[in-house]
């Protein structure tokens, strides 16, 4: 059974920075697309970044400058480094992974796969 779980959320101070990490894990064939989303409260979600599987890198214009995200496919995790954050990054962080899983060793249909999120707090 495939998984998508988030890692890496925590409170600190204007100015901050974390990292959050996105890992697949399970019977898998292939990851596409992986994508970090944040949802502030109140708020709709929104699309932070993403990475292609050949490593292609997009941020929001809101982060831009501020945060990175990468992949390393060898381990079957996205990450995302943010810096210099402020109370507006405040929210949970979830993760989409478009996903191939194997089932009885056969590449089945892709799907998008989320995680549970994880929570960044920022204090001013």
């Known amino acids: 059974q495939v998984r998508v779980v988030e890692s890496g959320g925590g409170f600190v101070q204007t100015g901050g920075s974390l990292q959050l990490s996105c890992v697949a894990s399970?019977?898998?064939?292939?990851?596409?697309?992986m994508e970090w989303y944040r949802q502030a409260a109140g708020k709709q979600r929104e699309l932070v970044a993403s990475?292609?599987?050949?490593?292609?890198?997009h941020v929001a214009d809101a982060v831009k400058g501020r945060f990175t995200v990468s992949r390393d496919d060898s381990q079957n995790t996205m990450y995302l480094y943010m810096t210099n954050l402020t109370p507006e990054d405040t929210g949970s962080y979830s993760c989409?992974?478009?996903?191939?899983?194997?089932?009885?060793?056969?590449?089945?249909?892709?799907?998008?796969?989320w995680g549970q999120g994880t929570h960044v707090a920022v204090s001013s």
């Open positions: 989409k992974a478009q996903i191939s899983a194997l089932v009885r060793g056969v590449a089945a249909r892709w799907w998008d796969y």
């Open positions: 399970g019977d898998i064939f292939g990851i596409k697309e």
């Open positions: 990475v292609s599987s050949g490593g292609t890198a």
